[in-house]
């Protein structure tokens, strides 16, 4: 199963910027990436998805790399409340490699 | 749309007891997962079913867990008998399709607490 490594935290200023990464070197040519964020005491959240090209949606943009092996969630003016831990994963299209599975995510931290 | 709905929102039992979790998925949506998440780590793919057959139960402990989807939509989760190890937050998922970039999405779990 294609895997992603994510930093462990990061911190923020309120309105700012955030950049958050995340590497998928063995990623194969019919895996979407997937970005999901999980409030306290709730569910993961899906965030945003893609393929190849650049998204973006009101929550946040997606950045992919040119070779795939890597992505950024651009969160482009934190707030308080986008303080959760954000989880980079990858969902096969095919019909082999089912299995949705999260890593250990990021915390994100947002300082007023 | 309603999401997806779970109960009970919190459970407390003693170890070897029985306990069983519902979810209720949006509306036809035909892929259902549950996820068990261990304080502090993330969510780990329990089972997943396509309408009502599983399509991946690799890491379901099946000695003790057990789960069904009865008519291709409500989803029971069961332990028996649970043990201590088994405290964590069970999470049900569900998509429109499998695969084809589908979002998950999620209910906000049942926590589980085995004294």
């Known amino acids: 199963d294609a895997k992603t490594t994510q930093p462990n935290s990061m911190e923020s200023n309120e309105e700012e910027p955030v950049h958050l990464p995340c590497n998928h070197s063995?990623?194969?040519?019919?895996?979407?990436i997937h970005w999901y964020r999980q409030l306290p005491s709730q569910g993961p959240e899906y965030v945003i998805h893609?393929?190849?090209s650049n998204v973006n949606n009101r929550m946040a943009s997606l950045a992919i790399a040119e070779d795939r092996k890597s992505s950024t969630l651009i969160l482009h003016r934190a707030t308080l409340r986008d303080a959760a831990v954000y989880y980079c994963?990858?969902?096969?299209?095919?019909?082999?490699?089912?299995?949705?599975?999260f890593g250990a995510g990021t915390r994100l931290f947002v300082k007023a | 749309e309603a999401g997806v709905a779970q109960s009970p929102r919190y459970k407390i039992i003693e170890k070897r007891q029985s306990v069983a979790f519902w979810c209720n998925p949006i509306?036809?949506?035909?892929?259902l997962y549950w996820y068990q998440q261990i304080l502090g780590q993330g969510p780990k793919l329990l089972i997943q079913?396509?309408?009502?057959?599983?399509?991946?139960d690799s890491q379901l402990p099946k000695d003790r867990f057990s789960a069904e989807r009865l008519k291709g939509v409500d989803s029971t989760l069961k332990i028996q008998p649970a043990k201590l190890e088994d405290s964590a937050v069970y999470l049900c998922?569900?998509?429109?399709?499998?695969?084809?970039?589908?979002?998950?999405?999620f209910g906000n779990g049942t926590r589980l607490t085995v004294t």
């Open positions: 509306s036809g949506h035909a892929t």
């Open positions: 079913f396509q309408n009502n057959g599983v399509v991946d």
């Open positions: 063995t990623i194969s040519g019919t895996d979407y």
């Open positions: 994963i990858l969902r096969d299209v095919g019909t082999g490699g089912f299995k949705t599975i």
């Open positions: 893609g393929l190849t």
């Open positions: 998922a569900s998509s429109l399709v499998l695969g084809f970039g589908s979002p998950l999405h």
